[in-house]
């Protein structure tokens, strides 16, 4: 069984930086192997993808967080992260992550439970 568990959400000013964590468990999933991607939902909007990071390691956002946001993993503790600097209000939402069915390869199907990030002054 897979499980995603995010952590590292919290309330910053605008400007500030949050650094948010995905660890993985479970004996199929390996970050090394299957793509995860960071999705966030404010109130009231649809979820949007934020950041995707595949197995080979190439990355891609969303324009809105271009620049300022950067996807990473560390494939020894079996963790995605998702370093955000330059926050503004607007990036306000809870963030989740979203992994890859170890058996169903492009079928992203595992949610985390999700993480509150709150810019606000």
């Known amino acids: 069984q897979v499980q995603l568990v995010e952590s590292g959400g919290g309330l910053v000013q605008p400007g500030g930086s949050l650094r948010l964590s995905c660890a993985a468990s479970?004996?199929?999933?390996?970050?090394?192997?299957?793509?995860v991607d960071w999705y966030r939902q404010a109130p009231g909007k649809q979820r949007e993808l934020v950041a995707t990071i595949t197995n080979d390691g190439s990355t891609n956002y969303a324009d809105s967080v271009k620049g300022r946001f950067t996807i990473s993993r560390d494939n020894a503790k079996n963790t995605v992260y998702l370093q955000m600097n330059s926050l503004k209000p607007e990036d306000t939402a809870v963030y989740y992550c979203?992994?890859?069915?170890?058996?169903?390869?492009?079928?992203?199907?595992?949610w985390g439970q999700g993480t509150q990030v709150t810019v606000s002054s």
């Open positions: 979203n992994g890859e069915n170890p058996e169903a390869p492009g079928v992203f199907d595992y």
């Open positions: 479970g004996s199929m999933f390996r970050i090394k192997l299957n793509g």
